[in-house]
């Protein structure tokens, strides 16, 4: 197959490139020299390009494929890279290790798709095109979020994941850990959170009508062992991808209920772990057990997952418990609080303050984008003014306006479209035009956006092909916007993107075609 040009299959799309003309020839000969602290970019392109190509690429101190370190790229920070490609050496250099990384990726593409899917292994010898290339991301956050809570995903598909996200320069796993339907993390100093709290009944959560039983005729269950967390954690590491875990608090906590009633604002009420879709008006209660459960669960959290950030959840969360309840009126009036629902900002605050005693920066949902402790770094969702009056008061903001970023929904009004989150389609162009930032925005507001990133909840995605075709290419669009900025380049993109279908095809990746009608004519300009 014929080596499309690289300008117009990148993805996301390089900072700058040029093409000189040529060719370099790889073959099982091809050997790898990784100067000092290159060596894990060296490992990484090992195992991702050797079984799947057919080429060993050993190290060797005279291989004519070099990665080097150096210092003086100190311009391109922590993710930028430099690469160079002749007709008789490759040359991958970056100030910093995650730069080699993200180089790798790069290399990959630069590969005809059939190296990616192992398919062709023994074709003895690949074609690189001669490139020169200088990247740099545009956000510092480009992530993605998979919601396990609400259906467990085994941790083979969770790898899986990191992998393609890494294909596409991705940096940030958010793992949505906890919530209503299910407790997924194992918490050594409160066991049923697992054996109660990960385990749900029969029911039907889904839409009603003749396929609403598709979703949920059965009971489900799932949790994953400290050892997977871990191991997924160093995976993604390895692949210069952070996981951030999310444990909901003080709403979204069904599942924590069900197996501690004690924690709740009744504590004498018994309650299963919930089976239904939406907002959940059980909480948590706001005495010294709950604080000292929220610190020991956070003590494990942290134990497992090394993430600078720390998400807490903090939305959706009706406060008429705390309204009705005789002990949280008491606390909010010890505390000097207006009302009850003020105790929301409050418990916000006292349990970040735990993570910052920690040294983590605690992350949460805002739905106003004023509502969080200045501590907080912010998920604006709801609307997208909301991100600017979260970096206008002073936070650090990830701006994920759901109307542009949450690929459960619909990609098309295709009827053929898997049942999806009510609502409007979020289109190929819907997620491509997303501007975290617009430059319209005061330069100081703009600079505490540190970026965006796509959710796929999963209250109507069963597995991980359900989940992959949910998010592909919406994911493509969204890594191109976040890694190369600008106003964006629609004609660009979608020229790159037909090229990039053969490599998410050779890696088996499910997703609607390009043409398909309803899908190209929501997508059209």
């Known amino acids: ?165 890494a294909l596409h320069k991705l940096n940030v796993l958010h793992l949505h850990l906890t919530d209503d339907q299910g407790w997924r993390m194992p918490v050594d100093a409160y066991p049923r959170l697992v054996s109660v709290g990960s385990r749900r009944a029969r029911s039907q959560l889904g839409p009603t009508g003749p396929e609403g039983a598709r979703f949920d005729a059965e009971p489900h269950e799932g949790a994953y062992t400290k050892a997977e967390l871990r191991r997924l954690v160093r995976y993604a590491a390895e692949r210069g991808i952070t996981v951030v875990p999310e444990i909901e608090l003080p709403g979204h906590v069904r599942a924590a209920l069900a197996a501690y009633p004690e924690l709740g604002n009744d504590p004498g009420r018994r309650l299963e772990v919930w089976t239904r879709w939406g907002v959940c008006d059980t909480i948590l209660g706001v005495h010294d057990e709950v604080f000292a459960f929220c610190r020991a669960v956070l003590e494990e959290v942290m134990d497992v997952f090394p993430s600078r950030y720390v998400h807490i959840g903090g939305e959706e969360c009706p406060t008429t418990e705390w309204e009705r309840s005789p002990a949280a009126r008491e606390r909010a009036a010890a505390e000097g609080l207006e009302s009850p629902a003020a105790l929301h900002g409050w418990f916000m605050g006292r349990v970040g303050s735990f993570l910052v005693e920690h040294g983590r920066i605690p992350v949460g949902w805002t739905e106003t984008g004023t509502e969080l402790p200045l501590e907080f770094t912010v998920m604006a969702w709801r609307d997208a003014a909301h991100a600017r009056a979260a970096a206008r008061r002073g936070h650090q903001v990830i701006a994920v306006h759901h109307r542009s970023t949450y690929l459960d929904y619909a990609r098309s009004a295709d009827p053929s479209e898997p049942i999806a989150q009510p609502g409007p389609p979020v289109t190929l162009r819907t997620v491509h035009d997303y501007e975290p930032a617009p430059g319209t925005w005061p330069e100081a507001e703009r600079a505490r956006v540190l970026g965006t990133q796509a959710q796929v909840w999963t209250e109507y995605a069963r597995g991980p092909e359900e989940i992959e075709y949910l998010a592909f290419p919406r994911l493509c669009a969204l890594a191109d916007r976040a890694w190369s900025g600008g106003t964006g380049d629609w004609p660009g993109f979608t020229e790159r993107l037909r090229h990039h279908t053969a490599r998410l095809d050779a890696l088996g990746v499910p997703h609607r075609p390009l043409d398909a009608g309803p899908l190209a004519a929501a997508s059209a300009p």
């Open 1 to 165: 197959m014929p080596v499309p040009r690289p300008e117009r299959s990148l993805l996301p799309r390089p900072t700058r490139i040029s093409w000189p003309g040529g060719r370099l020839t790889l073959d099982r000969d091809t050997a790898v020299r990784a100067l000092r602290g290159a060596e894990p970019a060296a490992e990484l392109l090992r195992t991702l390009v050797g079984p799947a190509a057919g080429l060993p690429l050993a190290p060797a101190p005279d291989g004519r494929i070099v990665l080097a370190l150096d210092e003086q790229l100190g311009g391109l920070g922590e993710e930028g890279y430099g690469l160079t490609v002749g007709p008789q050496a490759l040359l991958l250099r970056a100030a910093h290790p995650t730069g080699l990384l993200r180089g790798v990726q790069t290399v990959r593409q630069l590969l005809p798709p059939e190296a990616l899917s192992g398919g062709a292994a023994g074709a003895g010898s690949w074609e690189l095109p001669c490139v020169e290339i200088t990247d740099v991301p545009a956000l510092p956050w480009r992530g993605a979020l998979l919601d396990v809570a609400r259906r467990f995903q085994p941790v083979g598909s969770l790898l899986r994941y990191v992998d393609l996200m």
